[in-house]
């Protein structure tokens, strides 16, 4: 049996080897990726959130671009930052529109041109990590479909992580009966430690 640890991953040949949008009136509809859209709005003065937990809404949905606008009701998943130097940029994806890309300074919102499997899937999480020399790549844990997706931070995708089976070993035995007798993957976040991508599997009986 593949021996692995317990819902840890490695992507062996990697690792070896807030809100900017678009008047909606102002841009029209684009058919494919890659586009980029400028706020010029103004910042709005509403707050969301109750007592100490309570924050300054900077702007609406109707500064996104119209692509985004759509899917916001299908909405359900996190977002992550870029913290290298120099960078700061948000990134996160909707289902039927792909990666996007907010910038450092939450005024500018840049579609990214995403593979049709991740663009159709639900990415629940969204993680910027780095391998050991330094090259920065983008995962996503597809609850839905049961994947995780990795992609350079221009939207190649690298790798596809499919569901566990019946032969890889988690070494911890309920782990192992849960996929053995066809549990489901339901991966719902991901974070990257000392050339480990950590899996958490949400929504699932395990």
Known sequence: MRRIAF???????IITGGHVYAHVTEHPPTETGDFQFVAHHEVSERTSGQGALQFKVLYMRDHFPP???AALDKAHGGFDVDR?????ETYFA???????????DLKTTHLIETPPTLKEANAHYTTVWMTSEGTPYLSFPANDV????????EG????????????TDFQHQAVNTYFSEGGKFVPTGITHIDGMLYVTTGYSDL
């Open 94 to 104: 909707l289902p039927g529109v792909g990666i996007i890309q907010i910038s450092a």
């Open 67 to 69: 692509e985004v606008v």
């Open 146 to 153: 049961g994947k995780i997706f990795t992609t350079t931070m």
């Open 84 to 88: 290298r130097d120099g960078k700061g």
């Open 7 to 13: 819902l840890i991953f490695a992507l062996t040949f």
């Open 156 to 167: 190649t995708l690298v790798h596809t992580l499919e569901a566990p089976d019946a032969m």
